[in-house]
């Protein structure tokens, strides 16, 4: 097979090779190991199929890229970059997408190699055309181009080339050819940021930072929804927490918040404002941010309590995310009683709503009544119990009753309900209480797909794993459940038949 691929090599490098035999050898380069490819290769192969890109032939160009996708990555980084400089940077300019993609997943690939990144950073005018590429029309070379920049920026020498170089004008440059680009450079900026404390001072000194919180905090509601996803991304991080506290940027997102109630278009940045704390709770401390922000939580009630789907939906999102951890249950628990009609509404929700609604709701139940065996104290086990019992008049036929609907989304849903109450003693007395609930666990008719197999077994798998499961259920219910675990998510019991003589 090496041998055919040369041979096929070989006619590509005298132009001998009609589109027929470049199918072909796209083909047997697949299934040549990297190993032999390397030995066979020379740089006159490769130059002959980087100057067949250079027709205008649709096809031809696609059979290229894919054959050279494949010698490529067969071949050493530091080979790549001194010998096919030349190539490469021809490529950026190529007026076929796939090519440029080709090219600069090349110098993301070559950048990842200590000994091949110093080539690449002394070809500054290789990377002001990748920097120019994320001002590109198809989001799939922007994209590609952020990713390898990103990748050279996790060197302290990346670092100097991009933000203290004239790599930052080019940078600022091609952020002006729209807002659509701008909002990438953005997002190039926040990665290389969230990288480390020494990456968000390289970016906090270049001033890009600067701006986007300047956007963030500007007048403009549709500018404010995009880059509070990006500062969200930014908190994810200790030292991106710890940058925004200090600049004032979470103060100025909560007086945001308070300033909403007179904005006739809060509706369209308050969602990820909302969403940003939500997060911000969980990766930090919920009840500091919830003490601290205290607007953050009345306006999460407000949203929940509304009759705006969209504002519901951003707030059972936000509560799930808040009450994933005991910290942020207990903050919840303080609200008492507004708390406790909130879940009704959400029972309610998970109920009637639209069926996007009613998945989130149920998620979101999942979360707030989870409680893992060493979280399961006296007082944790009284207040998830209460607050299922709050989601609905019968909460566990509720939620069996969208189990039985046939939707897979909503089946799913209903089933991790079921999951994350079921290592808790309280939760397994009321299924063995409910009639026919343990057969309706234990029986597989009722799983119509490969989703709804898998989170059934799952909902099995945790009561089985819990240690007082043996004790409430009885021995025969869970001798049940554990030959339901041992046989797999899809096991088929086997049916026999019986030969008839004479039968068809």
Request: glycine share 4%.
């Amino acid at each position: 097979m090496a041998e055919a691929v040369v041979e096929l090599l070989e006619r590509a490098a005298r132009r001998e090779a009609p589109l027929e035999e470049l199918r072909a050898l796209r083909l047997a380069v697949q299934a040549v190991p990297p190993a032999a490819l390397r030995a066979r290769l020379s740089d006159d192969h490769l130059g002959a199929l980087f100057a067949l890109l250079s027709v205008n032939d649709r096809e031809q160009v696609s059979a290229c890229v894919s054959i050279l996708e494949r010698l490529l990555q067969a071949l050493d980084p530091v080979y790549v970059i001194q010998n096919l400089r030349e190539e490469l940077q021809k490529g950026l300019f190529h007026p076929d997408d796939s090519v440029k993609i080709l090219t600069i997943s090349q110098v993301g690939r070559i950048v990842e190699n200590s000994d091949a990144i110093t080539e690449i950073l002394n070809s500054p005018e290789l990377l002001q055309q990748i920097i120019n590429c994320i001002g590109g029309e198809k989001i799939a070379v922007a994209k590609e181009a952020i990713k390898s920049l990103s990748r050279i920026a996790q060197t302290q020498d990346g670092l100097e080339a991009l933000f203290v170089s004239s790599l930052l004008s080019d940078l600022k440059n091609v952020m002006a050819t729209n807002d659509v680009v701008r909002y990438r450079v953005y997002e190039l900026i926040v990665e290389i940021s969230s990288v480390s404390a020494d990456s968000l001072n390289y970016c906090a000194n270049s001033g890009l930072i600067s701006e986007l919180i300047g956007e963030l905090t500007g007048d403009d509601v549709l500018v404010r929804a995009t880059c509070i996803e990006m500062v969200t991304s930014l908190a994810h991080t200790p030292h991106g927490r710890q940058y925004l506290a200090q600049q004032g940027i979470i103060d100025k997102i909560s007086n945001i918040i308070v300033g909403a109630e007179s904005d006739p278009f809060s509706g369209f940045y308050l969602p990820g404002f909302v969403k940003f704390f939500g997060n911000l709770a969980v990766v930090d401390s919920p009840q500091q941010i919830c003490e601290r922000y205290p607007v953050f939580m009345e306006k999460v009630f407000e949203m929940a309590e509304s009759h705006d789907p969209t504002m519901i939906g951003v707030a059972v999102d936000t509560l799930g995310i808040l009450g994933s951890n005991v910290e942020g249950k207990q903050v919840l628990q303080k609200t008492r009683s507004r708390f406790k009609n909130l879940l009704n509404r959400i029972g309610h929700q998970a109920k009637n709503a639209p069926a996007e609604l009613r998945l989130r709701c149920l998620d979101a139940i999942s979360s707030l009544l989870y409680l893992s065996p060493e979280q399961q104290t006296e007082d944790l086990l009284r207040m998830t119990e209460s607050w299922f019992t709050s989601l609905s008049s019968q909460p566990l036929e509720l939620f069996r009753s969208i189990s039985t609907q046939p939707f897979p989304d909503l089946h799913c849903g209903a089933l991790r309900v079921f999951t994350a109450i079921a290592n808790q003693p309280w939760a397994q007395k009321l299924m063995l209480d409910s009639p026919g609930f343990v057969e309706y666990i234990v029986d597989r008719s009722v799983e119509p797909d490969k989703a709804s197999k898998d989170a059934k077994y799952e909902l099995v798998k945790a009561l089985v794993n819990s240690k007082t499961i043996a004790e409430i259920f009885g021995n025969q219910y869970y001798l049940r459940l554990r030959a339901y675990l041992r046989e797999g998510p899809y096991y088929v019991k086997a049916v026999s038949t019986t030969a008839v003589e004479g039968a068809e």
